[in-house]
Every structure is written in structure tokens, then in C-alpha cells.
């Protein structure tokens, strides 16, 4: 890839361009406001081209052992982590995250990569035989052979910019697809450098291709072209049902948003309940889709639980991402507005403000928020910032019927001793994981991971994101 005076170029048919709109896409810091660098804005003709060529390629990708896939995964992950340094200080400029978590991603990324590698080829197929169904015939068998779907569309969200691209684009290889790879423009650049790593790799023309420019001008040609033949989808929910409603008839597989509820039991251990919640709902300021974004509390526990939150989000670091604080500035001022509606709604409706509630520019500082009610935004919407609103409840009843209604289900976490308790509340919860004592979160990364009701579409985690992107091929030998 060349690289000039910051200005990064797109991927495709193996070559690195600036394209020929001469029309540059700028990335700025959301922690200096500065420009980090341009990725170009690539044109519909440029974006067709990496469509059909990525479908050009497809087949001999398909025909490609599956060990060799996997070998070249190997040497991916590997030249990840050798560059390791340099990506995670993009990631950490690009969107302001701390340079060691921004590392941490590269690394896990790496051993995703790794863990799809092995994973993929242990794929084999199935056989069944005619006479398990009535009637049917010992002399028919069917062969199941697993095959590619073809080419993946691969959208990524700017708050993982290379976990989540790679938790997609690894996958897609393995199985066989080949890949058009549209990185969140906040995040594009640490996405180009991940897939230069992967052309280092030996990746063959064309099997990613990378297309850069704003969702909101290629989105919707790419997600409607007909060459694509499945769309993994990491992102807000509006953006998601947009492309669920454009799309042709092909497999989505959608990550939407989450509004993720601890329920804090009355004989819950407070102290590491209260440390949970601290961690889930205020590391990278709450921009993680499995963040804690409200709590549900029973009465009788309810001040002990606040003073001891109280407690622990005034020892929370903050400040600046590059100095490795925990509650950082958002990602760009428009998150911090909406934050700050949320934030003021709440207070208007008589919502108590325990800690915080100032604003600078796009910085919120984290804000604790006591007798939250129904009837107020920030019990519903997904705040993805450092503002956590506090549910009091009578009764276990209670919070379940209120989470009933909430339009996400990513996951939820119940904090309490009693495991039976836990397993009957687990039961009523529409969510895609429940937690039990401990925050809501991703991995490890071969687990399902799922969002029901508006988080989400299909499964992803390793092993299952491997199978969203392949389908059954079915030969039936009459014996
Ligand atoms: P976003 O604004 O929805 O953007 C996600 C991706 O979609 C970006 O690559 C964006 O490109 C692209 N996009 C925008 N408009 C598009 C269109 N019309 N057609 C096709 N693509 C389009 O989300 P975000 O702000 O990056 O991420 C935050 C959200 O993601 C939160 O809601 C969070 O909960 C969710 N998330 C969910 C999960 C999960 O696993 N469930 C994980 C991480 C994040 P541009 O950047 O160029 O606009
Ligand atoms: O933002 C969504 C990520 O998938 C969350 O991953 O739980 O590891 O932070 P995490």
C-alpha cells in the first residue's frame, strides 16, 4: 500500500489505488481533532469493479484446498502480530481508544484469525441414511457437502475496527467466499493496514477487496448489487434494518445495537456486583455493543448498590484515550450531543444525577443516573457513552416485565447466589446470552454470540459464523 502525506488507498485485484474520484474521505482523532489521514471516496464504477472481480475469483478460491485457506489465515495472523505496534496505534488514533487495549484488539484478532483456521478445516459434511424416516428406503443416501455462498459482503462498525472485520472476513475465507470488505470510514485505516497484512500473507487477487468511502454514498449500491450473495453486518440497528429492508434475497447475518440490563438480585454480592457493573458499563466510555446500558435493582439493595457505584466511578480514569484513561471522548461530537439529550431528558423528567453530567465538546464525563422511570429516553435508548441509568424495582417482576419491552436483546446480566433463581429469570429474558455474575460481553470469541429482537440476525461466534457463511449441497445416491 502507498501511503501519501496520510493518504491511504483502497484495495482491489491485488493493487492499492487512490481511485479516480480524487475526492478524499478525512479520519480525525476524536481525542485531537486532528486529521489522521484520508481514505479515498471511491467511486460506484470502483465499487462495481471490486464486486465483480471479488465474483471472478471466487470459484478458484472455492477449488483452493482448504489447507492452504488455512495456511494462508496462519500467516495473517502471524503478520498481524508482528504488527501489532503499528495497527494498534491506528486503532488508538483513528478512534480514540487506549494504545494498549487498541493492541489488545490486534492480538485477539490474531487469535481469531488462528481459531477460524483450525476450525475451518475440520468441516466435513454430513451423510444420512433414507430408512430413518418412515417409509423411506435403506437404498437412498444423502451426501450433505458444505459449500460457499460466494461473495461476502463485509460492513464493520468504527468502535473494533479490526476485530470485527477479521471476526467476519476470516470466516468468509475459510469457508471459501471471497470477500468485499467495506470498513467504518472511522476505522478505515486501521482496516487497510490489517488487509495489507493479509496481501503480505500471499492473499490471492481479488479474494478481499477493500472499498473505502462513506456508507451513507456506496452503502446502499454495494449492499444492492447483485454479485453479493451474503451480508455479515456489525453495526447500529437503523443501519442494519436499512440494508435488511434493501437487500436482494441473500443470508444477512446482522450485530446490531444492545440496551444490555444488569439485574441486581436482593442477596447479590454488591461489592463485586457494583465492580461488574463499573467495568461493563464505562471501559472505552461505554462505545461496546455488549456495554451495561441500564440497572435494574431491587429497592432493598438499591442505596448500597448506588454509594458503592458512586464509590468506584469516581476512581474511574479519565481523560485522554492516549494515556490509557478508561472514560475517553466519544467518538465524534454528534455522540456526545445525543448522550447529552439522553442525559438532560432524564434529568428533566426528575431523574437524579449522582456523578457527572457535564459535557466538553465531544468528552461526557461518566454520569451515574438514580430513580430513572419508564417514562424517560434513557431507560430505553442505547446511549453507547459513559451515562448509566439506574432502575429501581419492587420486584424481580418488575424488571423483567419492564425488560419485556425493550426493543434490544443482546444480552443481560442477573447478579445474585442463587443459582435456581438465576435460571428461572434467565428463562424470561429475550436476550441472545445471559450472564450470571459478570458483565455482559463478547467473548471468548468461540462462543455464539447473538442478538435477538432489534440487536440482531443469526449467529456469529467462530465455529457459527464459519456456518453462516456456507450452505448445504445435498447428492442423493439411489443405491
Ligand atoms: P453504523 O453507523 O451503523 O455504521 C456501521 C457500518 O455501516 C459502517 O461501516 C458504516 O459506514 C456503514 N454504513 C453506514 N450507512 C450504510 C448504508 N446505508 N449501507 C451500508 N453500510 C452503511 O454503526 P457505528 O456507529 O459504526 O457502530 C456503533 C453501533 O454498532 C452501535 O449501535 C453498537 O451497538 C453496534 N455494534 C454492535 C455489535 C454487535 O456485535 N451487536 C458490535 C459492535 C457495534 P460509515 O462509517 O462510512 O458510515
Ligand atoms: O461492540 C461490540 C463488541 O462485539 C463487544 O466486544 O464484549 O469483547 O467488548 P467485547
Known sequence: MQKVKSKYQFLVNGEWSDGTSNKWVD?????????????????????????????????????????????????????????????????????????????????????????????????????????SFPGGSKNKLALIQKEPLGVVLAISPFNYPVNLAAAKIAPALIAGNTVVFKPATQGAISGLLMIQALVDAGLPKSVVNVVTGRGSEIGDFVVTHSLIDMISFTGGTKTGQDIAQKAKMIPLVLELGGKDPALVLEDADIEQAAAQIIGGAFSYSGQRCTAIKKVFVLDSVADDLVSKLTEKVTQLKVGKASEEATVVPLIN???????????????????????????????????????????????????????????????????????????????????????????????????????????????PDHFPFLGVKNSGLGVQGIGRSIESMMRDKVMVINL
Open 333 to 443: 461530537e454528534r455522540a456526545a450531543d445525543f448522550v447529552e439529550g439522553l442525559i438532560s431528558d432524564a434529568k428533566e423528567k426528575g431523574a437524579k444525577i449522582v456523578t457527572g453530567g457535564d459535557r466538553t465538546g465531544n468528552f461526557i464525563e461518566p454520569t451515574l443516573i438514580d430513580n430513572v422511570t419508564p417514562n424517560m429516553d434513557i431507560a430505553w435508548e442505547e446511549q453507547f457513552g459513559p451515562a448509566l441509568p439506574i432502575i429501581r424495582v419492587s420486584s424481580v417482576f418488575e424488571a423483567i416485565e419492564l425488560e419485556k419491552k425493550s426493543e434490544f436483546g443482546l444480552q443481560a446480566s442477573i447478579f445474585t447466589k442463587n443459582t435456581q433463581d438465576a435460571f428461572t429469570i434467565a428463562s424470561k429474558l429475550n436476550v441472545g446470552t445471559v450472564q450470571l455474575n459478570g458483565k455482559p460481553e463478547r467473548g
Open 27 to 131: 479520519i480525525f482523532s476524536p481525542e485531537t481533532n486532528e486529521v489522521v489521514g484520508s481514505v479515498p471516496a471511491m467511486t460506484q464504477e470502483e465499487v462495481d469493479k471490486a464486486v465483480r472481480l471479488a465474483k471472478e475469483a471466487q470459484q478458484t478460491w472455492a477449488d483452493t484446498a482448504v489447507h492452504e485457506r488455512s495456511n494462508l489465515l496462519y500467516k495473517w495472523a502471524d503478520k498481524l502480530e508482528e504488527r501489532k505496534q503499528e495497527i494498534g496505534e491506528m486503532i488508538a488514533n483513528e478512534v480514540g481508544k487506549s494504545p494498549s487495549s487498541a493492541i489488545g484488539e490486534v492480538v485477539r484478532t490474531a487469535e481469531i484469525i488462528r481459531y477460524t483456521a483450525e476450525e475451518g478445516v475440520r468441516i466435513h459434511g454430513e451423510l444420512m441414511k433414507g430408512d
